[in-house]
């Protein structure tokens, strides 16, 4: 299978740590994508790349976030000095665009702070 | 900024059934992607629109790009228990960035 991979799958974490999360794209894809979902909700955009360079944040986003995209392939997320409010499902999409975009996602990390 | 409504919020129907469920935006998109999404996984993909009046189908799900470019619609037919899950439509409109904004989802419950 060579879809959107996400590590680990779930994380549970105290207050205050530092969290980093990773995804694998699909191989030939160039655009890569953060989301944070909430229960109840659909996911919210929160950063994208295309090849190495990050494009855009949300304007939602805080200075705890920040991610990464070296050489263009996998990406992480970290999320700093954790809190609370952070619990949530994060999903990475990777997209390839040609003929018009399509967004594939991978299962998501669920995040847990206690 | 981007916003998107999706209605039915939920729905319960008997299994053999046709469903509806329609999105709709205060812009103008370019693309619809609609997904569907089960507890515990990430959205997976069931049809892409970049046209207005474009009408896709993948098996038994039919959705279309609405003429004012400011809805989009997905019909299922003949839906059977694992049809079960949340359904989100997501859209891109090329002016706030290269992003695509998701609705809040059709919850559908099949019952047998």
């Known amino acids: 299978d060579t879809g959107v991979s996400q590590n680990p799958r779930h994380k549970i974490t105290k207050r205050g740590q530092n969290v980093t999360f990773r995804c694998d794209p699909i191989?030939?894809?160039?655009?890569l994508y953060w989301y944070r979902q909430t229960l109840g909700q659909g996911p919210e955009f929160l950063t994208y790349?295309?090849?190495?360079?990050?494009?855009?944040k949300s304007r939602l986003l805080s200075d705890r976030f920040s991610a990464e995209r070296p050489k263009g392939s996998f990406s992480t997320l970290e999320i700093q000095r954790t809190e609370q409010g952070d619990s949530a499902m994060y999903l990475c999409?990777?997209?390839?665009?040609?003929?018009?975009?399509?967004?594939?996602f991978g299962s998501g990390t669920q995040l847990s702070v206690l | 900024g981007q916003q998107l409504n999706q209605s039915p919020q939920s729905m319960f129907i008997q299994e053999g059934e046709d469903v509806s469920m329609n999105c709709t935006s205060s812009?103008?998109?370019?693309?619809w992607l609609w997904y569907k999404q089960e507890p515990g996984e990430g959205p997976v993909l069931l049809i892409a629109?970049?046209?207005?009046?474009e009408l896709t189908s993948n098996g038994r799900l039919t959705a279309q790009f609405g003429i004012t470019r400011k809805d989009s619609f997905l019909n299922i037919s003949a839906s059977i228990p694992s049809d079960v899950g949340i359904y989100f439509c997501?859209?891109?409109?090329?002016?706030?960035?290269?992003?695509?904004?998701f609705g809040p989802g059709t919850r559908l419950s099949v019952l047998p």
């Open positions: 999409a990777s997209s390839f665009v040609q003929g018009g975009e399509k967004l594939f």
């Open positions: 191989s030939e894809h160039n655009r």
């Open positions: 790349f295309q090849n190495e360079a990050q494009l855009e």
């Open positions: 812009s103008i998109f370019n693309t």
């Open positions: 629109l970049y046209k207005a009046g």
């Open positions: 997501a859209g891109d409109d090329d002016n706030y960035g290269q992003n695509f904004v």
